[in-house]
Every structure is written in C-alpha cells, then in structure tokens.
C-alpha cells in the first residue's frame, strides 16, 4: 500500500522555524518526483516547493529564501525546512509525489499521490 506521511508541523511564533517531513512507503521512492503543497482556509491548495529526478528544486515566489526542499532517497524521506515563518504561512501542509522522470512541478495536477497534510500554525 503506497503512504505518504507527513509530520513535523505545530505552532511557532512569527520568526521561528520548522521542518515537515514526509515518508513514503509502499513505492520506489527514487522514481517519484516530490513536492509539498499548502492550504489555507477556504482557498485552493498551492505549490510551495518541489524537487525534481535531477535533484533540481522550484519554490513558489512566497517561500523563495526561507523554505528549502531535500530528501534522503536511503530514508525515503522528503523534507520542508522552513525558516523565517509568517503568519500568512499558517496552513495544512501537504506532500505529493508524481511517478517518473520530471521537472520539479508546483502544479496540483501533476501529482497523484498524497499525504493526509500537517498543520501548521504560526502567531504573531
């Protein structure tokens, strides 16, 4: 059975910091493509960041210097390093994956597989 578990949210002061993570199992996890994704109340779900097969990695304009994608392909692990956090950051947190080789995607579309979502809350 293909899972994607996301952990690591809570609630932070504006300033602080945390790192999401997200394991996958049930899957090859080398051959997916990854991203993570966010929701807030009463919006659409967006793209945050993703990384590609090349190990290449996109972020939304938003996150652009305080957030940073990884992963360790041995833990089959992906990772969100978020620093600098805003209240406007407050949010589920997802992650997806996309199978095959690819670019890295911040489009909700591209994605087929999806993790139940992390929240996040940051206070001002």
């Known amino acids: 059975q293909v899972r994607l578990v996301e952990s690591g949210g809570g609630s932070v002061q504006a300033g602080g910091s945390l790192r999401l993570s997200c394991a996958a199992s049930?899957?090859?996890?080398?051959?997916?493509?990854m991203g993570w994704f966010r929701q807030f109340p009463g919006k659409d779900r967006e793209g945050v960041a993703a990384i590609g097969s090349d190990g290449s990695t996109s972020y939304a304009d938003s996150v652009k210097g305080r957030f940073t994608i990884s992963q360790d392909n041995a833990k089959n692990t992906l990772y969100l390093q978020m620093n600098s956090l805003q209240s406007e950051d407050t949010g589920m947190y997802y992650c997806?994956?996309?199978?095959?080789?690819?670019?890295?995607?911040?489009?909700?579309?591209?994605?087929?597989?999806w993790g139940q979502g992390t929240q996040v809350t940051v206070s001002s």
């Open positions: 997806a994956a996309s199978s095959g080789w690819c670019d890295p995607m911040l489009l909700i579309d591209e994605y087929s597989l």
């Open positions: 049930g899957l090859t996890y080398s051959r997916y493509c």
